[in-house]
């Protein structure tokens, strides 16, 4: 009888267990959800943030260690919207004419003092990025402050502002744009 029940609970548990991915896949077959009114898409000027476990800056360069794969993009106000796009694909835009090679963006890079559960600002130009798995690097022009003290979790926030609209252009910016469906 025993033998029963526990047989009985083990099928139980394999069949919830796998009811998530059935629940998934009949999900992913219907037609997505269309929330408001459908509007033709259209390029907004938005912010982007990178997040990193940590941030050092010096010698003309700033060095993002454990940066996210993701960005985070948003626009505020007239049109608020928000998105994702791949860190690799956001570096892009500092190649072409019209990038941001030609016009670096400014940003403000944020980094947590565990001890002291405060944060350490600097201002600097972005420019030159590289990429080597985790670890970004820019070279930079540091226009104010500094991160001495900074240990822990980083963020760097930057705009867009001027970089010319052609620019914003392209296929895989799709998080740029407001009211694609």
């Not at 259209?42 to 476990?53: E, F, Q, T, W």
């Not at 956001?90 to 990038?99: T, V």
């Amino acid at each position: 009888m025993i033998k029963i029940r526990f047989l009985a609970a083990l099928a139980a548990t394999a069949f919830l267990a796998t009811s998530p991915a059935i629940a998934q896949t009949a999900a992913s077959t219907a037609a997505p959800k269309v929330i408001g009114q459908p509007q033709q898409p259209r390029v907004v000027p938005s912010m982007i943030v990178l997040n990193a476990k940590g941030a050092k800056l010096g010698g003309g360069k700033l060095v993002l260690d454990g940066v996210s794969p993701n960005a985070i993009i948003f626009a505020d106000r007239p049109v608020r919207s928000a998105g994702h796009a791949l860190t690799s694909h956001l570096l892009e835009e500092w190649s072409g004419n019209e990038s941001f090679a030609k016009t670096p963006p400014n940003a403000t890079v944020s980094v947590l003092m565990k001890a002291k559960s405060a944060v350490v600002d600097a201002v600097v130009v972005l420019k030159s990025p590289k990429l080597e798995g985790d670890k970004l690097t820019f070279d930079v022009d540091v226009l104010e402050g500094d991160l001495a003290g900074g240990d822990g979790a980083a963020s760097v926030f930057m705009d867009i502002i001027n970089l010319p609209l052609s620019a914003r252009r392209t296929s895989h910016r799709g998080a740029w744009y407001h009211g694609a469906n």
